[in-house]
């Protein structure tokens, strides 16, 4: 396991991306990372030793390197270091055969070869960083798209940690003043907190942290796009518009109503921004086990959606059917507008999916609504997956104790609560942390990083 090996290692790796390129760099940190580095280079300008920030230009004279290799060399000492040890990169051209002999000779003079992330677990271990901006740092090499990687660097930024790190050292202040309040409920310099504005602090907390939640989003996606569901009642085209966007014969078409059964998804390019698009199931009340499903699905799909397409035509003997999505998920559109146009009551984006008559403009509107809502880069995937739980089981302990509070509960059960949602809170930042947790974050590293 990656949370196995000592911490204490100098460790190097190739740090540039695979691959030939004009210049590539090899990376260590540790204890003698500047000694492991500067063994067979000659700088141009040789001087005394500096314990600052430095990059130093000259050459490497290594056993099977003909002729000496121009290179330069940065080193930075520690602690204030990405990882808080002693760093230095090797810069040199980026041929990997030239790299390779490179690590080498660092792995020679006893380094350790780094695993994947392990100079970002070291930056988390010393104290650099907390464990969200270490999944920012995943976040930005795994960035799909621009929205994707602006969220990254945000949360690497510390737009999650920051407001998370104010609200629990509060908390903690608050605990403190309430076990205080406990410990030394007769010492009359011990004031007892006003127990509505304390309330009301701890629901103002709650609200802070549903926020955040909401930006980890609950919504499962395939590789970080954003998810868009086509659905409306059966018949209404929504299996031909979803191959008209996808520019293909992908869903079944047929006139006859129930064709689809299941869903099906694809990746379709909207104005730049590449979405999951979801064909389901018409809205219908099922009458036996594989309607049933098929519904179940349907209702499952649309749950999980960051836009709903709700789809309704012309030539529909029922009603539209009513879908539950929030306004800012809802996009309505009327499909087969070759045979009838939208109602009068406005707020329908008309499409043909025959014709091909709005589907690009359907497409700029998906793009818009998504970007409008902020879900292109939402968080870290990593991040969502691990921390909304906790964030969400952190605001509920708060209301939790705030109730108490308006209850006329005792400071033992306030006390109590407060602990819960530190708890909670400190699993995000990795304040508290496991070995298994660790593991499931870097391992999905690459080495170098």
């Known amino acids: 396991m990656l949370s196995a090996f000592d911490p204490e290692d100098t460790i190097a790796a190739t740090a540039s991306p695979p691959g030939a390129g004009l210049r590539g760099l090899v990376r260590l940190s540790g204890s003698a990372a500047w000694r492991i580095a500067l063994a067979g280079f000659e700088p141009e300008n040789p001087g005394p030793p500096q314990r600052s920030p430095q990059v130093v230009a000259g050459v490497y004279r290594l056993p099977g390197l003909r002729p000496p290799l121009p290179a330069s060399v940065a080193l930075w000492p520690g602690p204030r270091t990405y990882?808080?040890?002693?760093?230095?990169?090797?810069?040199?051209?980026?041929?990997?055969?030239?790299?390779?002999?490179?690590?080498?000779?660092?792995?020679?003079?006893?380094?350790?070869?780094?695993?994947?992330?392990?100079?970002?677990?070291?930056?988390?271990?010393?104290?650099?960083?907390?464990?969200?901006?270490?999944?920012?740092?995943?976040?930005?090499?795994?960035?799909?798209?621009?929205?994707?990687?602006?969220?990254?660097?945000?949360?690497?930024?510390?737009?999650?940690?920051?407001?998370?790190?104010a609200l629990r050292d509060r908390l903690l202040d608050l605990l403190a003043h309430l076990e205080a309040n406990l410990d030394f409920v007769d010492e009359a310099d011990v004031d007892p907190l006003a127990r509505a504005e304390l309330?009301?602090?701890?629901?103002?907390?709650?609200?802070?942290?549903?926020?955040?939640?909401?930006?980890?989003?609950?919504r499962d996606r395939s590789a970080g796009h954003p998810r868009v569901v086509l659905a409306g009642p059966p018949n209404a085209g929504k299996s031909r518009l979803f191959n008209a966007l996808m520019r293909g014969e992908h869903a079944i078409v047929s006139a006859r109503a129930g064709t689809t059964r299941d869903y099906l998804t694809g990746l379709c390019d909207c104005d730049g921004l590449v979405v999951e698009l979801v064909d389901?199931?018409?809205?219908?009340?099922?009458?036996?086990?594989?309607?049933?499903?098929?519904?179940?699905?349907?209702?499952?799909?649309?749950?999980?959606?960051?836009?709903?397409?709700?789809?309704?035509?012309?030539?529909?003997?029922?009603?539209?059917?009513?879908?539950?999505?929030?306004?800012?998920?809802?996009?309505?559109?009327w499909n087969k507008s070759d045979l009838g146009s939208p109602p009068g009551d406005g707020g329908w984006l008309a499409t043909s999916a025959a014709a091909g008559d709005g589907i690009a403009s359907l497409r700029s509107a998906v793009?818009?609504?998504?970007?409008?809502?902020?879900?292109?880069?939402?968080?870290?995937?990593?991040?969502?997956?691990?921390?909304r739980d906790s964030l969400i089981q952190a605001a509920a302990a708060l209301r939790d104790a705030s109730a108490t509070i308006l209850d006329g509960g005792g400071d033992e059960l306030v006390a109590l609560d407060l602990r819960l949602s530190l708890d909670e809170l400190g699993k995000v930042t990795g304040a508290i942390v496991t070995d298994d947790v660790l593991d499931r974050i870097f391992r999905r590293f690459c080495i170098g990083k």
Do not use: M, Y
């Not at 030539?315 to 009513?322: N, R, S, V, W």
């Open 367 to 387: 793009a818009r609504a998504i970007r409008g809502q902020h879900r292109e880069g939402d968080l870290a995937t990593t991040t969502s997956a691990r921390c």
């Open 199 to 218: 309330a009301d602090e701890l629901d103002d907390g709650a609200r802070t942290l549903d926020l955040l939640a909401g930006r980890l989003g609950s």
């Open 83 to 165: 990882t808080g040890q002693e760093l230095a990169e090797i810069h040199a051209p980026g041929s990997p055969p030239l790299l390779a002999v490179l690590l080498g000779h660092c792995l020679d003079r006893g380094a350790r070869l780094a695993q994947p992330g392990e100079f970002t677990l070291r930056a988390f271990l010393s104290g650099r960083i907390d464990l969200t901006r270490a999944e920012a740092v995943l976040g930005v090499i795994d960035a799909r798209n621009q929205g994707q990687l602006d969220a990254a660097l945000e949360q690497l930024a510390g737009g999650l940690s920051t407001p998370i790190t």
């Open 280 to 333: 389901t199931a018409g809205v219908e009340t099922p009458d036996d086990a594989v309607t049933a499903q098929a519904q179940k699905l349907r209702a499952d799909e649309t749950d999980r959606a960051d836009l709903v397409l709700l789809c309704a035509s012309a030539d529909l003997d029922e009603p539209i059917a009513a879908i539950q999505a929030d306004d800012d998920r809802l996009l309505r559109v």
